[in-house]
């Protein structure tokens, strides 16, 4: 699997690409998707990059498989720290022009890139995780109930924490993350309306550090943690291992989010300690885009994972976790409500 490193790798290899894309028999550059013989995808990642043991990690996990699977050889792309939309749509540019079909930005912050490159090569399928604000007929938006998942971690935060207090940790401040906070809560006051949430970010945009820097997530859980909370559910990306460290080292339960970071080598050391985490499909959704494309049949415009499709969901990889029977039957109920419609969970806190 061929990875870029930086955005300024991507620059280098542009041109290499480009005489690559034209020795395949490109007639412009909008075509040269389409006219790639070797199956190839390609994803962009998100602030954190691979090895966050998160969100990156999760679409990683789809472009493995589609490689074992449908014969695809993939290529990553690394962000850089505090880039700007012009490094997005020039990593983007490169990809496609490349021969990549489809082309994948993982993350919203890909929407205005995806928007701009989309437009010039209308023969390559793009794909952009958790954004659905972008579209045109070769754009799939992948898109997820985080709110959902995150109504289920707060039911179960309600039910195992002793001390009725349990914390929420953001990474960034937007709207997709208040989603998480929003069921979260919701989750944890339709429980047991006794119970103390202390709810926090990292960051504000545009200083997307909040993703990135374990060390902050860590501060923000040590300091719930002195404030009695004893179950932290933090949406942080790469910055939510801070946290997950703080909380297990306190010997208090972890919630992760996007992956099963119960399953995480970088998190094995903390693993007792993670009760479940808030999983979204992003393997399945990246997947599932590359084989349409594979088919013939390449996914366009928005394509949701709730809980009904088993899109979102609660880990239960902990055996600690499924031994807590009415933990689980109050997490089952609370699943079987929302998917029926006797719940309806907030998208805003």
Same mark, same amino acid.
């Given at each position: ?28 550059? =909008?075509?040269?998707?389409? /006219? ?8 962009? !990642? ?7 043991? =998160? ?21 990553? &792309? ?6 700007? /939309? ?32 989309? &437009? ?15 579209? +045109? ?18 039911? &179960? ?21 208040? %989603?998480?906070? &929003? ?8 429980? +047991? ?7 926090? !970010? ?24 002195? %404030?009695?909370?004893?179950?932290? !559910? ?24 996007? =992956? /099963? ?25 990246? !997947?599932?885009?590359?084989? =349409? ?38 997490? /089952? ?17």
């Amino acid at each position: 699997m061929r990875r870029i490193t930086r955005i300024a790798t991507v620059g280098l290899a542009s041109a290499a690409l480009a005489l690559s894309a034209t020795a395949c028999g490109s007639k412009t550059s =909008s075509d040269a998707g389409s /006219d790639s013989k070797e199956a190839k995808t390609a994803i962009a !990642y998100d602030v954190g990059g691979r090895g966050d043991q =998160s969100f990156n990690d999760a679409a990683y996990a789809g472009l493995a498989k589609a490689e074992k699977e449908l014969g695809f050889k993939g290529t990553e &792309a690394e962000p850089s720290d505090g880039e700007a /939309d012009a490094d997005k749509v020039q990593r983007l540019t490169t990809l496609a022009r490349a021969g990549n079909n489809p082309v994948i930005g993982v993350g919203f912050a890909y929407a205005p890139a995806i928007k701009k490159v989309a &437009a010039k090569f209308p023969k390559t399928t793009f794909g952009i995780i958790d954004d659905a604000s972008v579209t +045109d007929k070769n754009i799939a938006n992948m898109v997820f109930n985080e709110e959902q998942g995150s109504y289920l971690a707060g039911v &179960a935060a309600a039910k195992v924490t002793k001390s009725k207090t349990v914390g929420f940790i953001g990474g960034v401040e937007t709207p997709l993350i208040k %989603k998480f906070q &929003a069921g979260f809560e919701q989750g944890v006051k339709d429980t +047991d309306s006794s119970v103390k949430v202390l709810s926090q !970010y990292l960051t504000q945009p545009p200083n997307f550090d909040g993703f990135s820097k374990p060390d902050l997530g860590k501060a923000a859980a040590q300091g719930q943690l002195d %404030k009695k909370a004893d179950v932290i !559910y933090a949406a942080a990306g790469l910055a939510g291992s801070g946290s997950i460290e703080a909380t297990a080292k306190a010997g208090k339960w972890a919630i992760g989010v996007d =992956s /099963d970071q119960y399953n995480q080598k970088g998190l094995a050391a903390y693993k007792d300690q993670i009760l479940t985490s808030v999983t979204k499909d992003v393997a399945d959704s990246v !997947y599932n885009l590359i084989k =349409s494309v594979k088919d013939g049949k390449p996914q366009s415009g928005e394509i949701r994972y709730g809980l009904d499709k088993d899109g979102v969901g609660l880990a239960d990889s902990n055996p600690a976790f499924t031994k807590m029977t009415d933990v689980i039957a109050a997490v /089952d109920k609370a699943k079987k409500d929302i998917i029926d419609g006797k719940v309806t969970v907030k998208t805003t806190p």
